[in-house]
C-alpha cells in the first residue's frame, strides 16, 4: 500500500557530510510523523531525528547540532543532512513514517534501510 524509499547512503569520510532522502509513495493521504533512526552493528535500533508534520524536531544527543532533519509535506519526502560525520555514526539508517492511508485508517511504514559508512 504505501512505500518509503531511502536513498543517499554511501561511504564517506570522517568530518564529512551527507544527505539521505526518503521518499513516500503508495496509498497516502496524509502523513503524521516523520523519523530516521539507524541501527549499528550489534546495536539497537536508535532514533535519530523526529520532525512532525507541523515541523517540531527531536534529535539523539548524539548527533544534535551535526544533524538536521526536513520535510517537505507537498512531496511525502524527509530529508537527514548529516555534517562532521563520525566513524560512530556508521550504521544503517531507516526512514520511518506514520501515515494515514484514508482520513481514519493509520499505518506505521519503515523504509528498506540504507548503509552509511565513515571511514577514519
Known amino acids: 500500500q504505501v512505500q518509503l524509499v531511502e536513498s543517499g547512503g554511501g561511504l564517506v569520510q570522517a568530518g564529512g557530510s551527507l544527505r539521505l532522502s526518503c521518499a513516500a509513495s503508495?496509498?497516502?493521504?496524509?502523513?503524521?510523523?516523520m523519523a530516521w533512526y539507524r541501527q549499528a552493528p550489534g546495536k539497537q535500533r536508535e532514533l535519530v531525528a523526529r520532525?512532525?508534520?507541523?515541523?517540531?524536531?527531536n534529535y539523539a544527543s548524539s548527533v544534535k547540532g551535526r544533524f538536521t532533519i526536513s520535510r517537505d509535506n507537498v512531496k511525502n519526502t524527509v530529508t537527514l543532512q548529516m555534517n562532521s560525520l563520525k566513524t560512530e555514526d556508521t550504521a544503517v539508517y531507516f526512514c520511518?513514517?506514520?501515515?494515514?492511508?484514508?482520513?481514519?485508517?493509520?499505518?506505521?511504514?519503515w523504509g528498506q534501510g540504507t548503509l552509511v559508512t565513515v571511514s577514519s
Open positions: 520511518n513514517a506514520g501515515v494515514y492511508y484514508t482520513a481514519n485508517r493509520y499505518l506505521e511504514v
Open positions: 503508495g496509498s497516502i493521504f496524509s502523513i503524521n510523523a
Open positions: 520532525i512532525t508534520n507541523g515541523g517540531s524536531t
